[in-house]
């Protein structure tokens, strides 16, 4: 009595120095096997985990196929400890059970210690019990952590290899199993994709929808598992010869969005016997996780194929037109520089092209899929200028009702083109020059610094070097903006490109219109030729969509092209009238500046009050002047106050 008493007192106590064990099941139920190995010397000693299709050893010693189920099955039916025979039959809980063939004469050696084996049962259970609660929790709180440090990765990763692989690691890793699949719904062809598939060509496995335990999960919506000893039929074989493997056991979980069910994730042959219910909790909070950065790189990539579409499309409108020598010049210029992050200065005269060059550069390099954010300078309001630019904070100013970005921010790793960047104000180019320098700059009325990471390309008409030296623009900017220059001849001095891109806009504007595109005779080309051109390729552009709206049949003659004459001397009468008018007016005034001065501010004042018939307020508001002032004014003219108008 007293020898049994001891070995069940050292097995107890062995099991109590196990309780610090760590959160491998598979580890501790050897670990389990071999104590009581030691300590009682069983013939055969094994644990058996119950499923549908009957008792699974999931940690044995010796022979445990003689194992009678029947006892394994009353016992864990009764919930007690069970003797019978040389077997000792001991429920652990959670559909496992204990089982030892004692060894010869152990029965005989303690006959009268049926009570005690049954009592030292329940110690053993509850002492096992409470080990494996405690390894179980420590078990689910480091399988949580794991997923949640992965979980947080995965919603940043855009590229589908690179998810699906982290994903697959994490679930292998975790469920210490061999291999892990994701399978995608491909609804209209019936089709599951699975990746990462390891032994096919580009690891892509397509399987039909209802096969094997994946048809199972999709169609049902709910986790299932398998195993080859007790359910073979359940298993795939024809793909497992596919991938040159083979499977003892599965779990699958359905994937599941917003939407409905995306698929299904599956995982292969756990290391230590089969996959318990704890794995499938786990690999299904693993597969919400997972559903959730798949839909998150759907719908990036959703947006990221839309932006290309619009990109291409956008990048096939853009055409620098034209075979003269210093347009192909220009061209072998754009190809050098639009992979880079070189600022460039494009100049020209108004109507060149000089924002079709500018977007050519864009489309031609790594930023073409992020904005291009044009800006006319000339058209901002000077108060206007640097918030535009680089946006405002909350109460920066009066009208500041919320935060805005400026355009920088907009632009992202796009390009900005600041067109006419001879008008930006002092305090913007101060504010620009920053950017170029050091990529940062400040909202208006902020103080946090921000990062641009966008390309600046600016144009202008003007002579910026002139603008320098009459101290109108900063001498710094202007040399961070001029580091490479394209500057693009006017249309008059490229007459050969002038019938091509008559013919292409030609082409252009008769598409929308589905008519034919008429031809251009010898004639009318050489009129086209000899023009002048003032306005350039914009002129040419508006010339031609006039023609395609208004001149009908196949052919476009010198006839059809008279408006351009008329419309140029139109323009030259306009110009001789108003320069008669001014020499005429200046004529007027006599003595020195300050008293020709103060005659056109009478005569202006007195035409003005004329056209609002003595209204001082109406006066005031087309002068720009406070009506306080106007009363100023004229008194300081000595020009009379209109009756009724007095203060």
Not at 152 to 160: E, M, S, V
Not at 223 to 237: G, S, T
Not at 540 to 569: C, K, Q, S, T
Request: glycine fraction near 8%; charge should be neutral.
């Amino acid at each position: 009595m007293a020898d049994l008493q001891r070995k069940i007192a050292e097995l107890i106590e062995g099991l109590g120095r196990k309780s610090d064990v760590g959160s491998d099941s598979g580890q501790w139920e050897k670990d389990l096997i071999s104590l009581i190995e030691r300590v009682l010397s069983p013939v055969v000693c094994g644990i058996f985990a119950g499923t549908s299709h009957g008792w699974i050893p999931v940690a044995a010693l010796g022979n445990v196929r003689g194992v009678p189920e029947k006892l394994i099955a009353e016992a864990a039916d009764r919930d007690c400890p069970l003797l019978e025979g040389p077997w000792w039959i001991i429920p652990l809980g959670s559909s496992r059970v204990l089982a030892l063939e004692l060894p010869p004469g152990f029965r005989e050696q303690y006959p009268e210690n049926r009570e005690s084996l049954l009592l030292s049962g329940r110690m053993l259970r509850t002492v096992i019990t409470s080990i494996e609660q405690q390894l179980a929790i420590t078990r689910r709180a480091s399988r949580r952590q794991a997923l949640l440090e992965a979980a947080k990765d995965w919603i940043g990763i855009r590229d589908w290899s690179r998810l699906f692989r982290e994903i697959a690691t994490t679930a292998t890793q975790i469920l210490q199993c061999e291999r892990a699949t994701l399978f995608l719904w491909d609804r209209r062809s019936k089709t599951l994709i699975g990746r990462p598939a390891l032994g096919v060509p580009g690891e892509e496995l397509r399987v039909p929808d209802d096969r094997g335990v994946v048809g199972q999960v999709l169609r049902t919506g709910r986790p299932a598992r398998a195993d080859a000893l007790h359910q073979p039929e359940a298993i795939d074989r024809s793909v497992d010869a596919r991938l040159g493997f083979t499977t003892r056991s599965v779990l699958c979980v359905p994937l599941v969005g917003k939407k409905g069910i995306l698929g299904v994730l599956e995982v292969l042959n756990k290391f230590s016997n089969g996959f318990t219910d704890e794995d499938e909790i786990t690999l299904s909070e693993l597969a919400g996780f997972a559903s959730a950065a798949v839909e998150n790189a759907q719908e990036h990539q959703t947006l990221l194929t839309a932006n290309m579409q619009m990109a291409t499309q956008a990048a096939a409108e853009v055409e620098l037109v034209g075979s003269s020598p210093a347009i192909e010049a220009i061209r072998k210029i754009i190809r050098r520089v639009a992979n880079t992050d070189l600022a460039v200065l494009i100049l020209g005269e108004n109507g060149t092209g000089k924002e079709v060059v500018a977007r050519t550069i864009h489309f031609l390099s790594d930023r073409r899929y992020y904005p291009f954010i044009p800006i006319n300078c000339a058209a901002i309001p000077e108060t206007l200028a640097e918030s535009e630019l680089f946006g405002h904070e909350k109460g920066a100013f009066t009208d500041a009702i919320q935060t805005r970005p400026g355009k920088f921010e907009l632009a992202g790793k796009g390009t900005l083109f600041l067109d006419e960047i001879g008008e930006l104000t002092p305090a913007c180019q101060a504010k620009l020059l920053r950017v170029l320098e050091d990529k940062t700059f400040v909202r208006v009325g902020g103080s946090i610094p921000l990062t641009s990471e966008a390309r600046i390309l600016a144009a202008t008409n003007q002579d910026l070097g002139a603008l320098v030296r009459e101290k109108r623009f900063r001498e710094d900017l202007y040399y961070r903006l001029n580091v490479v220059t394209i500057e693009l001849p006017p249309l008059r001095a490229r007459k050969e490109d002038i019938p091509i891109l008559a013919r292409y806009f030609l082409q252009k504007f008769c598409g929308p219109l589905r008519r034919p595109v008429p031809r251009l005779t010898p004639a009318a080309e050489k009129a086209l030729c000899d023009y002048s051109w003032p306005g350039n390729v914009r002129e040419l552009r508006n010339a031609m969509e006039r023609i395609a709206y208004l001149v009908p049949g196949e052919e476009i003659d010198v006839a059809d092209l008279d408006f351009l004459w008329a419309r140029g001397n139109r323009l030259g009468s306009l110009h001789e009238d108003s320069l008669d008018r001014k020499i005429s007016s200046i004529a007027e005034f006599t003595g020195n500046l300050s008293e020709a001065t103060r005659q056109f501010q009478r005569r202006f004042i007195e035409n003005v009050l004329t056209e609002t018939r003595g209204n001082l307020t109406e006066a005031a508001r087309k002068l720009g002047l406070h009506r306080s002032n106007l009363y100023r004014k004229l008194r300081q003219l000595g020009l009379p106050i209109p009756r009724g108008q007095e203060k």
